[in-house]
């Protein structure tokens, strides 16, 4: 079974330019869990997506925004980039376990902004 | 203060030693705590997932919960080189779905 899968591994821009990561979920699973990993600030909650709708987003500026495609699918999109928005970007589908979801991620898009 | 405080290390140990990994947590509202294993330029890999105060064992991996300190640890046995990463303890509310916190990971290096 094929695991989370994200696009482009890395990802070169500069000050001002957009960015678009996309993540393909399991197979089976609703949900997709966008987070940021940024040196010295460990990993952080950004967006929730389920069924096609935002259903959370953590404390980040609403230049950061995505979606979720019908397959389930999502983007995430970075406009008006900064350079601190350099980070390694990771995207989780979950299954349902205990009341839960426990998140399995994927390997991650690099983005670097010069 | 952040909610979850995770010593960064960086920790040093010889194959075959027992690993102690820790996490303490300041809100009681979590309720889900987890282990993840980070190899260097890969996403978190899921290791242990808890939903109660106690021990859970896999292998030679056992976490061990206890909400009453807030505290959660994580024990590797005979440790190996190839569990040389970064360790997340990680956390959420009972109804956060997959909005978890994450402590700042402790590097691990098992030298032969």
């Known amino acids: 079974e094929a695991g989370v899968t994200q696009s482009p591994t890395h990802l070169i821009k500069t000050r001002g330019q957009q960015a678009t990561l996309r993540c393909s979920p399991i197979?089976?699973?609703?949900?997709v869990y966008w987070y940021q990993q940024a040196l010295g600030l460990g990993l952080q909650f950004l967006l929730w997506y389920d069924e096609g709708e935002e259903r959370n987003r953590g404390n980040f500026p609403p230049r950061f925004s995505g979606r979720q495609f019908p397959n389930y699918s999502s983007e995430l999109n970075v406009n008006a980039l900064e350079l601190e928005d350099s980070a390694l970007y990771l995207c989780?589908?979950?299954?349902?376990?205990?009341?839960?979801?426990?998140?399995?991620f994927g390997s991650g898009t690099q983005l670097s902004v010069l | 203060q952040k909610e979850v405080e995770q010593d960064p290390g960086p920790l040093s140990v010889p194959e075959g030693a027992i690993v102690s990994l820790n996490c303490t947590y300041s809100?009681?509202?979590?309720?889900?705590f987890m282990w993840y294993r980070q190899y260097s330029r890969k996403g978190p890999e899921l290791l242990m997932y808890t939903y109660s105060s106690g021990n859970k064992e896999d292998g030679r991996f056992t976490a061990q919960v206890d909400k009453s300190s807030k505290y959660i640890s994580l024990f590797i046995r005979d440790s190996q080189p190839s569990d040389s990463a970064t360790y997340l303890c990680a956390m959420m509310r009972g109804t956060s779905y997959g909005k978890l916190t994450f402590g700042q990971g402790t590097i691990l290096t098992v030298h032969p």
């Open positions: 989780a589908t979950g299954v349902r376990e205990g009341g839960n979801e426990k998140l399995f």
């Open positions: 197979s089976g699973h609703t949900s």
């Open positions: 809100n009681s509202a979590f309720q889900y």
